[in-house]
């Protein structure tokens, strides 16, 4: 049997990478590749593909929009993910599989031939019935929302909210912490695990015992001697990151 595939990711790399592993396999037959969530969900209703690779965050929106605009029947979906550990749990309690960037080719592998059988087994019924229930997880304020409050720092008389996407860094200070924003610094008496707990994680990681960043405010990245790195962020300042939190940093940023 022939396997239409179409391959869902904003970063050309990633999209080369799945088309040259896929090559080996001759089920399965290549038929597009999407850059944006616009583009997949057009081509998902023409071409109404058996199996797609898409990735969870695209550059206009997430995968699960894409899923929630098809029209026609729901493809067998393999996640893709540069760590985001709300989609990834909700993978592992609704039984998805998922890539985890950067994965391993026999990890593929694995997923693309349970793929395969499932096909061959004709589980329709049964993923369209899981993708619902994911969805509605996803979707639900309950599960989701809390991240998106903002901060509340006292400042004399009044009190300030700040909203986390205005957020660069933040950097512990005895008993308090310092957030750095685009224009201004706020002091706030807080612990770091309490903060980070307040954030959003698909945006924001710690990098050392003392150091929370916004990874959409990373400019780039210094690498010395002995592994070491250097986050500089976009206000142009530099901050170490930890050996001890060093791996999930790099996976959080794709590499």
């Known amino acids: 049997m022939n396997i239409s595939t179409l391959i869902i990711d904003d970063e050309p790399l990633a999209r080369k990478l799945i088309a040259n592993l896929l090559e080996s396999i001759s089920e399965i037959e ?66 998805f599989d998922y890539l985890l960037k950067p994965y391993k080719e026999e990890r593929f592998y694995k997923s693309v031939y349970k793929a395969i059988d499932s096909l061959k087994k004709d589980e329709a019924a049964v993923l369209e019935k899981k993708i619902n229930a994911l969805l509605n997880h996803v979707k639900s304020p309950k599960t989701h929302s809390s991240h998106k409050r903002k901060i509340p720092v006292s400042l004399g008389n009044k009190t300030l909210f700040v909203c986390p996407e205005n957020i660069q860094y933040i950097i512990a200070s ?13 002091v706030l008496r807080e612990s770091m695990y309490n903060l980070l707990n307040k954030l959003d994680d698909n945006e924001f990681i710690r990098i050392h015992r003392s150091t929370i960043i916004n990874i959409e405010c990373v400019k780039e990245l210094i690498n010395f001697n002995r592994g070491e790195i250097n986050v500089r962020m976009k206000d142009l300042k530099q901050l170490r990151v930890s050996r001890s939190y060093k791996k999930e940093f790099l996976i959080k940023m794709g590499l």
């Open 30 to 95: 290549v038929v597009g590749h999407c850059k944006t969530g616009k583009q997949a969900i057009s081509m998902i209703n023409e071409m109404s593909p058996d199996l797609i690779f898409l990735d969870i965050k695209l550059k206009d929106m997430t995968g699960f929009d894409v899923l929630e605009n098809i029209t026609f029947k729901t493809p067998l979906i393999i996640f893709v993910s540069a760590f985001d550990s709300f989609a990834i749990k909700a993978f592992d309690f609704f039984a």
């Open 174 to 186: 005895n008993y308090y912490v310092d957030i750095y924003t685009d224009t201004t610094k706020y």
